[in-house]
């Protein structure tokens, strides 16, 4: 059972480098959203898409681009790396529908120097 | 914006302890649920609740949804070194897409 997979792990970049972190789920999940966690603190919501083709903003999204072109994959973007993107990053993927939980990927700890 | 307060932000207590972490908010959500999360893996969910004033538990974990679905405790009861973690409290955004957390509350349960 793959679930939520993330990757890579672990990335380094230097600032004003761009990446992409990829995000596949196999459980055929409508909703897919990403997340970046600070130390000690709670989740904060990127980005997130109810269905392929169909993304939104959350509370953070400057600096990050995402797009759906499957109901599987929903990578997410960096343009141009800041040190205040440093942070450890986890997509999540759950059915649509108000009372149903999350399933989450194992992370990717990003240090932007 | 709806925002999910939780306090205390940190915890640290003896084992065989008591303790209590709330989940506050403004708004009003259709239900909560309740992760824990421990160092370098993402969350995993303890519980959802869904009707006002809904009283769960889980081995030596209660939870509870306030009656007016604005606000939800867990409550843990004679706590072990193994319940340490990051608790967290999350929820769907009224009339919106939006699953958003609380902000944490970290507990430490020594030996």
């Known amino acids: 059972n793959a679930g939520v997979t993330q990757t890579p792990k672990f990335q380094v970049l230097k600032t004003g480098q761009s990446m992409t972190l990829q995000c596949a789920q196999d459980m055929n999940h409508e909703y897919m959203s990403w997340y970046r966690q600070d130390p000690g603190m709670g989740l904060r919501l990127i980005h997130y898409s109810v269905g392929a083709g169909i993304t939104d903003q959350g509370e953070v999204p400057n600096g990050y681009n995402v797009s759906r072109s499957t109901t599987e994959d929903f990578p997410l973007r960096l343009l141009s790396a800041a040190p205040s993107q440093t942070s450890v990053y986890f997509c999540?993927?759950?059915?649509?529908?108000?009372?149903?939980?999350?399933?989450f990927g194992q992370g990717t700890r990003l240090t932007v120097v | 914006t709806q925002l999910l307060e939780q306090s205390p932000q940190f915890l640290s207590i003896q084992e065989g302890e008591n303790l209590t972490v709330y989940c506050n908010s403004s708004?009003?959500?259709?239900?909560l649920q309740w992760y824990r999360q421990e160092p370098g893996e993402g969350p995993v969910l303890l519980v959802t609740v869904v009707t006002g004033g809904e009283v769960k538990k889980l081995k030596r974990l209660t939870f509870q949804f306030g009656d007016a679905r604005k606000d939800s405790s867990l409550h843990i009861t004679a706590a072990q070194p193994g319940d340490t973690g990051l608790y967290l409290c999350a929820g769907w955004g009224s009339g919106t897409y939006k699953y958003i957390f609380g902000t944490g509350t970290r507990l430490k349960v020594l030996a």
């Open positions: 999540a993927s759950s059915k649509q529908g108000m009372n149903t939980e999350a399933f």
């Open positions: 708004s009003v959500f259709s239900s």
